[in-house]
């Protein structure tokens, strides 16, 4: 794009017959927003692609109702906006954004709900559906001293508090909800308290007011609406127990809170519609369990901002969530006493996540850097497709219809997600033959027929090869990330990938950015990637423990080859700075050597096929820079159609070339 381009940018291909469809370059790309559900007056965020561009003004419509939209809180990839006061309770709302450069609006995937709001936020969540805390706040129960309660608390230290704050938050609900607010002490926990929907409790502040826990699930919350904890610790004092635990709930919220696990297992926060994490504390040491922090998987509509975590083991894992925002968190794996953890450890996990963004966070070591050269361990943002019950199948198209595909030889692989049910991101992707690069979200299956969301734009025939799969990874944005210390940096790995940014993040100390896109016929699994674009990120590395890379590879682990892996990646404008003398390293597979480079590896079985087949098309390397790289960039077998425009290596006097 020409720094001077400016208007709707728009190109048609043509062969001498025919033009094809128009593909507008600079048009906004709805991703998604980081609520299911908006009230009016709230505030919300707009996540995608060419959001805010120079010299054109955005507009955002909710429902057909323009949102005021705050420039100075917005950039390309995120619009910050406060819903119309207009809206009201409805179960679908269409949500849309034009750049106002010409190219006209971009529907939001996903119709979202829509609720009545006073615009009010009283516990500064940040988010559109905060306003329905209003009555909740304004009511408050003062669980020592309330004349109602029977027995309240003391939160002296040594009596149990469980059963009076089970007792006030019990009142309260019944009551018409509220706020219970504990004093300033410490309040021992020794059996589960079940949180209450229209109830929020509140201490004096983080280690001001302690609940002290010594029994499994301290506090409890399933398929509550409208609750929330706030100004409080949480500490385990008994080891290997259960944590918190919030899951299938509805509008919920922690704020302010100090997590102390000590040792307990993770946190188990899954399933959730709509809720805020902000401003807490997640302290997870080395624990004989090797258990992590915490689990969001399956949460829709996550916030989980201005966050510290300190963890040993595990990872702090984000599998399946969506429509989510990940911001300004603080991330911190404890080396100090485990750098040869026995267990696998990784710093955030995105497995099969779809409408995420993943923005400012600061990910590091304590008592790093990451000494260990084990495989599969130390990364720092991962996606990575896996576990025992496996989505991608693979087939040879028989027949095919506008909305259909049909192979009679297969038996699609429906039982990680059961009989009837289809998660939304579940998808089928044309990889060879007639129709490649087409890829359908999959809305139904009737024996060896798939039915596709849209019509293709070409139907596939006998000559096409098709996969299926969760995505691992789609309409995601993992930007202005700070990592350090860490074995290796952001991998996608081997699993499906669509419509991913990787932008304008650092690495120092700690690899650097790996895509693999994968093939094994005997497990059946096919694993594309399309529309990834990989720019501005800066990689430095100088201490001859981890290389310097971003790397995209094929990796066919049988023969023969069944079709493209990768189609329009995008490497821009990244900076590489590599160690004297280079450092490589047989563990990392491609990311074990420094510099840039594409290519297909061969792995596993004999591969005596031809190793010259296209598997990888179109990749983009322009204006790249590479320092100290014995090799800068490098393009291997399996590569066709790969731009190289303005990329420059250089070497200093210390380094030979």
């Not at 860490?486 to 895509?515: C, F, H, M, P």
Request: glycine fraction near 12%; hydrophobic fraction near 40%; proline fraction near 4%.
């Amino acid at each position: 794009m020409p720094a001077t381009a400016s208007g709707a940018l728009i190109v048609r291909l043509g062969n001498g017959d025919a033009l094809g469809a128009p593909i507008k370059l600079n048009a906004a790309t709805a991703f998604h927003l980081d609520t299911t559900q908006l009230a009016a007056g709230g505030k919300f965020r707009v996540f995608g692609r060419n959001l805010l561009l120079p010299g054109y003004t955005p507009v955002v419509k909710v429902d057909g109702w323009a949102a005021a939209i705050d420039g100075a809180a917005s950039d390309e990839n995120m619009l910050v906006a406060t819903a119309p006061l207009r809206l009201g309770n409805k179960a679908r709302i269409a949500v849309s954004v034009d750049n106002g450069n010409g190219t006209g609006a971009s529907l939001m995937e996903r119709p979202i709900a829509s609720a009545s709001g006073d615009g009010k936020d009283p516990f500064g969540l940040g988010v559109g559906w905060a306003s329905a805390f209003s009555g909740i706040a304004s009511r408050v129960l003062l669980a020592a001293s309330d004349q109602r309660l029977q027995r309240p608390v003391k939160c002296n230290g040594s009596q149990d508090d469980s059963k009076g704050l089970q007792e006030a938050i019990d009142l309260a609900n019944a009551t018409g909800g509220g706020t219970v607010w504990l004093p300033e002490g410490t309040c021992r926990l020794s059996a589960t308290v079940q949180l209450k929907s229209n109830v929020v409790v509140q201490g004096a502040g983080p280690r001001r007011t302690v609940l002290a826990y010594d029994a499994n699930y301290p506090l409890l919350g399933r398929g509550v609406s409208l609750a929330g904890l706030r100004n409080f610790s949480l500490r385990n004092v008994a080891g290997t127990i259960e944590s918190a635990l919030l899951q299938k709930s509805d509008r919920v919220f922690f704020s302010n809170v100090v997590f102390e696990i000590n040792g307990g297992i993770q946190m188990f926060l899954t399933e959730n519609l709509n809720v805020v994490i902000d401003h807490c504390e997640f302290l997870q040491p080395k624990n004989p369990r090797e258990s992590g922090p915490f689990v969001l998987s399956g949460s829709a509509g996550l916030v989980f901002t201005h966050n510290r975590v300190v963890f040993a083991n595990g990872n702090p894992n984000f599998g399946g969530v969506h429509d989510a925002y990940v911001g300004d968190n603080h991330i911190s794996r404890d080396v100090r006493d485990n750098q040869h953890s026995k267990g696998v450890v990784h710093s955030l996990t995105l497995d099969f996540a779809h409408r995420v963004a993943v923005v400012n966070n600061v990910l590091d070591v304590l008592g790093g850097p990451i000494v260990n050269k084990r495989r599969n361990d130390g990364e720092t943002i991962l996606t990575e497709g896996g576990g025992g019950n496996r989505t991608e199948n693979i087939g040879y198209v028989k027949a095919a219809t506008a909305l259909t595909l049909t192979d009679p030889d297969v038996v699609h692989k429906v039982r990680p997600f059961g009989a009837g049910e289809i998660p939304e991101n579940y998808a089928v992707a044309i990889v060879a033959g007639t129709g490649t690069g087409q890829t359908r979200r999959v809305v139904g299956y009737n024996n060896s027929t798939l039915t596709v969301d849209h019509a293709w734009d070409i139907v596939p025939d006998a000559s096409s090869h098709y996969a299926t799969f969760v995505w691992g990874l789609e309409k995601t944005l993992i930007k202005g990330n700070t990592l350090s210390q860490n074995a290796r940096g952001i991998w996608l790995y081997q699993t499906a990938v669509k419509d991913v940014d990787i932008v304008s993040n650092t690495i120092t100390e700690g690899g650097g950015i790996y895509l693999r896109t994968a093939q094994s016929l005997k497990d059946r699994l096919f694993t594309p990637m399309y529309g990834v674009k990989v720019a501005n990120n800066t990689i430095f590395n100088s201490s001859s423990e981890w290389p310097s890379y971003i790397h995209l590879a094929f990796v066919r682990m049988d023969e023969p080859a069944f079709g493209l892996g990768a189609i329009g990646v995008e490497i821009r404008a990244n900076t590489l700075q590599a160690n004297r003398p280079n450092v490589s390293l047989n563990e990392e597979e491609s990311g074990g050597v420094e510099g840039f480079v594409v290519r297909a590896r061969f792995e596993g079985e004999s591969q005596g096929r031809s190793k010259n087949q296209t598997r990888l098309l179109g990749t983009i390397f322009q204006d790249n820079q590479c320092t100290d790289c014995n090799v800068g960039l490098l393009v291997r077998e399996g590569a066709q159609g790969t731009v190289l425009d303005g990329n420059a290596n250089s070497v200093t006097d210390l380094q030979k070339p």
